[in-house]
Structures are given as C-alpha cells and as structure tokens.
C-alpha cells in the first residue's frame, strides 16, 4: 500500500475525526472506507 500525506481544513478533520470516532473506527480506516465509496458512485 502507498502512503500519502492528507492535509484537510481544520474543520473537515474535526468532522472526520468525530465522525470516526462515532464507528469506533480510526480516521486512516474511515478515509480508507470512505473514498472507494464516493469513487465508486
């Protein structure tokens, strides 16, 4: 797997983060599982 670097707005990574959080789930994991679902679309 490649590595990059992400560099949200503040506010969009504190969603995020929260967002996260509420799935029990780490922000990596979350942006891992969000981005194929709105790549697919």
């Known amino acids: 797997m ?3 670097t992400l560099n ?3 506010q969009l990574q504190q969603e995020t983060e929260k967002l996260a959080a509420l799935q029990s789930i780490s922000l990596d994991r979350f942006i891992l599982w969000a981005v194929p ?3 697919a679309v």
Do not use: A, D, W
Request: hydrophobic share 35%; no cysteine; charged share 20%.
């Open 8 to 10: 949200l707005p503040v």
């Open 37 to 39: 679902e709105k790549v």
């Open 2 to 4: 490649t590595s990059h």
